[in-house]
């Protein structure tokens, strides 16, 4: 300010001002701080323990309300087991002994009730979505030459997959009846880029995928596709979960 316009104030006046400031950056300093503590200790707060000490295990997924864990073991070079674990408890069982399989997702439904899988077979050496409940029992083959994790709706009636059209070069994905419906291709990427894992948001409204030139990260971007319209969009320039 130029002389004839500065503003002079009383000595008692810079006081105010000046504890007043001082009075903020002491409330400012009290907050960072004391989120900073609590941060760290809901950090010491958290605890990890280990479900297996093997170290074969191929796959695993936690149920919907957090109280099961299934994941697949290897027995050896040829043959895979699928497990059930209660957290509470500690104690396992398996739905699926010791067999000819090879796992390489796991997916529950929404309800908790049922395990999709993806695994490739003695009889059916081809990459495939099975279902099977999570008491054990005959296990279902929905979907063949699926390679990836698959979702389900929140209702779980459909579900998201992704498949790989060489003819076409070209990944796709697609939603099906969750019983092995029909199925109905609703986005596609050309090579080089490919979608990853779909995930199914928890409204019902849009499934989203990782996406993009695997090459790099900064080739990398997140696509929504509008459940109803399957109008596809990019979301962002990270991979994410609902």
């Given amino acids: 300010l130029k002389p004839s316009l500065a503003v002079r104030l009383s000595p008692r006046a810079h006081k105010i001002i000046s504890a007043a400031v001082l009075l903020v950056a002491a409330a400012s300093i009290a907050w960072f701080t004391s989120h900073k503590y609590r941060d760290a200790n809901r950090s010491r707060n958290m605890s990890v323990a280990a479900l297996t000490t093997a170290g074969n295990v191929l796959t695993a997924a936690i149920s919907p309300d957090g109280a099961y864990v299934a994941y697949a073991t290897s027995e050896n070079a040829d043959r895979s087991a699928l497990w059930m674990e209660q957290l509470s408890t500690s104690t396992r069982r398996a739905i699926i002994p010791a067999a000819e399989h090879r796992y390489y997702a796991l997916t529950f439904s929404p309800d908790g009730g049922q395990v999709y899988y993806i695994a490739d077979t003695k009889e059916s050496p081809r990459r495939s979505v099975y279902r099977v409940s999570v008491l054990g029992g005959q296990a279902k083959r929905l979907f063949d030459d699926i390679n990836a994790a698959v ?92």
Avoid: H
């Avoid at 997959?161 to 291709?185: F, P, Q, W």
């Avoid at 199914?200 to 090459?215: L, Q």
């Fill in 151 to 242: 979702s389900l709706s929140p209702d779980g009636s459909k579900i998201a997959l992704r498949r790989a059209i060489d003819v076409r070069r070209a990944m796709i994905l697609s939603v099906a009846d969750a019983n092995g419906g029909e199925e109905k291709e609703i986005a596609s990427i050309q090579y080089p880029e490919l979608f990853y894992d779909p995930a199914w948001a928890p409204d019902g409204k849009m499934i989203a995928c990782a996406a993009g030139n695997p090459s790099g990260v900064a080739d990398m971007y997140v696509a929504g596709v509008r459940v109803g319209d399957w109008a596809m969009k990019t979301i962002s320039a990270r991979r994410w979960k609902w």
